[in-house]
């Protein structure tokens, strides 16, 4: 969705860029094709790849097929219908509103769901979330009862945003995109609330994206359609970017380049306000060297850059915030010989409950993950080159046991990064372990 509504803003815009052009649409067949692996023989998404179908996931799906297909993109037209009649039967079974209304902004893009006359007669009852989706979906299929539905959101506004107090996941903050979902049903209104919530969402960003790429979709998108309502601001916009252009005078963003020790990573300063822009910069642990690592920044030659930075290694002690993760091994790390398997046995706990937990398991230089061997209660493992991972659906305060085999390949000492535990969509909650020392003898 980030690359559709990218595509989106380019050409609203009139922004002509050759690299975009001859990318983005390698990038929206790559979702697409994603997509369609994933979709389930009766038309559903899950979470993971043999999880059970999901509503969310679903719709979720849905919407970005839909979405491509808006903006002129071949898409699979079975596997779209597929999705929407699932879409429709769970619509159908759904009772938890939230979920109920994330399908019907799917559904919207297709023919109008009888389940809008649930949603309108709970209407008084909606969350900011939900009541901006069902003025959206009732506008798409044009049902006059959109107007009374976005009255009711503007009462919800906070200030300058919207919040949903509850979700139906508790570890989902769902701030940014109720926002953007509002400003979305709103925008044509041009309630001064808008405008205030456009200023809120581009404060609320990190860097040059928001906290998550659904979160980056949503706001984007919001944008775009505060500036399709007030195209003269556009306009305005549009003459002074090529005044710039003819004057030869700087643009809108400039790319200052962050560098860690021999590593480089490229940030987008905003020039209409460059003072309050947050970064983030993130490096993995093959950018650092042994010892300290000194961070600079290299600024275009019309700017100039004040840094002020904490370098932080993850992994370096034993930490436990929500998650803490323990992992043994039935050979000695530090005694091993070419062609050994090692059984890795680790051990998850929680001191709650919670949802979609990513466990991060590193393995000796020396060693390969042994594919296939992952066992326990997991909704997918992965063998990769350097680590094995699993995805859990749920970790509470009763030990996860996990377990996967590794095999000696390779001669050496070796320090092995700590394993670590933590939430997918809330990387607050989690922890680590300490790294080892691995020897492999001949």
């Not at 690359?3 to 815009?13: D, F, G, K, P, W």
């Not at 398997?341 to 590193?362: H, L, N, Q, S």
Request: aromatic content about 8%; glycine content about 8%.
């Amino acid at each position: 969705m980030p690359n559709l509504q990218t595509v989106e803003a380019l050409r609203s815009l009139g922004i002509p860029t050759e690299k975009f052009s001859a990318e983005l649409p390698k990038m929206v067949k790559a979702g697409l094709d994603r997509l369609y692996a994933l979709q389930r023989e009766d038309g559903g998404w899950g979470w993971f790849d043999n999880d059970d179908v999901d509503p969310f996931m679903t719709a979720c799906a849905v919407a970005g097929l839909a979405e491509a297909k808006r903006l002129g993109y071949p898409v699979d037209a079975v596997r779209l219908e597929r999705g929407f009649a699932k879409s429709a039967s769970l619509a159908a079974a759904e009772r938890d509103l939230n979920r109920l209304t994330y399908l019907a902004y799917a559904l919207s893009y297709g023919p109008e769901s009888p389940e809008i006359a649930r949603l309108l007669a709970a209407k008084a009852d909606l969350s900011s979330y939900a009541l901006a989706a069902t003025a959206i979906a009732l506008a798409r299929w044009k049902r006059a009862e959109a107007a009374e539905v976005r009255v009711l959101l503007v009462s919800k506004a906070k200030g300058d945003h919207w919040e949903t107090d509850s979700w139906y996941y508790k570890w989902e903050n769902v701030t940014i995109e109720t926002t953007a979902l509002a400003v979305v049903a709103l925008a044509e209104e041009k309630a001064p609330v808008v405008e205030q919530a456009v200023a809120w969402l581009l404060a609320n960003r990190t860097g040059n994206r928001w906290r998550s790429t659904k979160d980056t979709a949503v706001a984007i998108r919001a944008i775009l359609a505060h500036v399709a309502a007030t195209k003269g601001k556009l306009d305005r916009l549009a003459s002074a970017v090529e005044v710039g252009k003819k004057a030869g005078a700087p643009q809108l963003l400039r790319k200052p380049f962050v560098k860690l020790g021999g590593a480089e990573r490229e940030l987008l300063v905003d020039l209409n306000d460059p003072t309050s822009s947050r970064f983030e910069c993130h490096f993995g642990a093959r950018d650092l060297r042994v010892g300290e690592s000194e961070i600079t920044v290299v600024a275009p030659d019309d700017l100039e850059c004040d840094v002020e930075g904490v370098l932080r290694t993850i992994g370096g002690k034993p930490e436990a915030s929500g998650l803490s993760i323990d992992v043994t091994t039935d050979r000695a790390l530090d005694a091993l010989r070419l062609g050994d398997e090692v059984e890795v046995t680790v051990v998850v706990k929680g001191d709650a409950a919670y949802d979609y937990v990513m466990v991060e398991v590193p393995i000796p230089a020396g060693c390969e993950v042994i594919r296939g061997s992952g066992e326990g209660p997991f909704a997918r493992f992965e063998a990769r080159y350097e680590e094995g991972i699993f995805f859990l659906r749920t970790v509470g305060a009763t030990p996860t046991r996990l377990k996967f085999r590794m095999r000696s390949l390779f001669a050496g000492r070796y320090t092995v990064a700590g394993p670590s535990a933590v939430v997918m969509y809330d990387e607050r909650i989690g922890g680590c372990a300490a790294p080892r020392a691995s020897v492999i003898g001949n």
